[in-house]
Structures are given as structure tokens and as C-alpha cells.
């Protein structure tokens, strides 16, 4: 959905292979549920509102993997504080190797997927496939509240600013927003 994504507006909206994030930074933006089996014509088409699809394996696979790769990072998907402090030394250690080694690609990748899947644990919001006017990519849905939220363009955005120190903060806003029912 942007910069780092892989779908863009020339590419299904169906078919979501996109591995990176996007562009836009924090935002939540209106999705309608009568768009949802509307996605055929692909971002290219598209001029409304973002929509959402349900994962497929593809995408079901690619979390599990981020997530797989935060846990050997050493990273609590349910710990704020661990994301943030885990994504920020990530970043700074990138950046003092001189943009070598595990790159922001992977980095990226990984820790949108963790604070996704932070936000679909602790928030009433789940995963699904998002398409707007920047593309394809991994989002989290809160069906009553009719919103959408990115998180390869809550990290991605920060990457590119270098910004670090965002996440518990960033994050727990979004959790209170759309808290899950206990």
C-alpha cells in the first residue's frame, strides 16, 4: 500500500502477496461493508472508501511468519513496551550498521505484524486484506466502528522519519479507541 508495498495500483485486490508497508502513516479511515466484494477491479479502480476481504492462507502465512520472526527477536506481542523497545533498537542498530544487515524489508514487516496482532488481541478489531488508493495490504477491521487501520503505514511512515520511542503510545491510543468487550 505504498512506498515499501508490493501491490500496487495496477495489482488485483484479491490477490494480496504484499510484504511491505506502506506509505500513509496513522490513520483509520471509513470502511464500507457493502464494498467488500467489491475489490474485483483492483486499487487501480479504486476511488472509494478502503475495503476489506478475509485473510487467505497467503496472508495467514506471511503473520505467521512475522510473528515467528518477532518471537525469535525476543518480542511480546501483549507487551507494549517490549514491541516498542525491540522496534526501536532494531532501527538504531540498522542505522549503525550503516543500513547493512536485516534491513527495513524485514524490520518493517515484522513489527507492523506485531502490533497488528497486538491490536487483534486487544482491541475489537481483526485481521483482514485492505485495499485503498495505495493498494493491497494486511489490515485490522472494526466492524461495528466501520474503520481500518494499517499498521505497515503506522511503521512504515516512522521508518522512513526515523522515529523512534512511538509505539506504546501510538498504539495504546489505538487499542482505547476501539477497546474490546470484555
Known amino acids: 500500500m505504498g512506498l515499501f508495498s508490493r501491490k500496487g495500483r495496477g495489482e488485483s485486490a484479491t ?20 464494498d467488500l466484494a467489491d475489490a474485483e477491479g483492483g486499487p487501480g479502480d479504486f476511488t472509494g472508501r478502503p ?14 511468519r512475522a510473528l515467528a520472526q518477532a518471537a525469535a527477536d525476543g518480542v ?5 513496551g517490549s514491541i516498542g523497545t525491540h522496534y526501536d533498537d ?10 547493512t544487515g536485516q534491513g527495513p524489508d524485514t524490520i518493517v514487516d515484522t513489527y507492523a505484524v506485531a502490533i497488528g496482532e497486538h491490536l487483534a488481541r486487544h482491541s475489537a ?5 485492505v485495499t485503498d488508493v ?3 495490504d494486511l489490515g485490522l477491521v472494526a466492524a461495528r466502528a466501520d474503520t481500518v487501520v494499517v499498521p505497515h ?5 516512522r521508518w522512513m522519519r526515523g522515529e523512534t520511542g ?4 501510538v498504539v495504546s491510543h489505538l487499542v482505547g479507541l476501539h477497546p474490546r468487550s470484555r
Do not use: K, M
Open 125 to 129: 478489531r481483526e485481521w483482514a486484506v
Open 51 to 64: 475495503v476489506a476481504q478475509p485473510l487467505g492462507a497467503e496472508e495467514r502465512d506471511r503473520i505467521e
Open 166 to 169: 512511538w509505539v506504546p503510545g
Open 90 to 99: 532494531a532501527y538504531r542498530r540498522w542505522v549503525a550498521d550503516g543500513g
Open 15 to 34: 490477490s494480496s502477496g504484499a510484504d511491505q508497508p506502506g506509505d500513509s502513516g496513522d490513520w483509520e479511515d471509513a470502511v464500507d461493508s457493502g
Open 76 to 80: 511480546d506481542v501483549d507487551d507494549l
Open 153 to 157: 503505514n503506522l511503521v512504515g511512515a
Open 134 to 136: 495505495f493498494g493491497t
